[in-house]
């Protein structure tokens, strides 16, 4: 069993910005494929970024451009930095890991850009 613990999120005025962790438990992180989905209120989750094993990163196009996926294998953590927010990016933000074809995800954050 993965358990993934996020934080990082809160409340931030449009034009800022947050980075949010993701720690992962399990001794194989390196071997994970990582990814941060978001939700907003009445809508399904969706994906925001995505990262491989190997590093390779994928994001959507509402973020492109704004939000970096990146990871440290040596501290079992996912990190998404989040630049230039808008009202439409608050969200719960989930982390979520896929191991041998098995979705696992953390308890979300929420991130709320508002003035």
Sequence with gaps: Q?????????????????????????????TYAMGWYSQAPGKQRELVATITSGGRTNYADSVKGR?????????NTVYLQMNSLKPEDTAVYYCNAVIAGTGYWGQGTQVTVSS
């Design 2 to 30: 993965v358990q993934l613990v996020e934080s990082g999120g809160g409340l931030v005025q449009p034009g800022g910005s947050l980075r949010l962790s993701c720690a992962a438990s399990g001794r194989f992180f390196s």
């Design 67 to 75: 939000f970096t996926i990146s990871r440290d294998n040596a501290k």
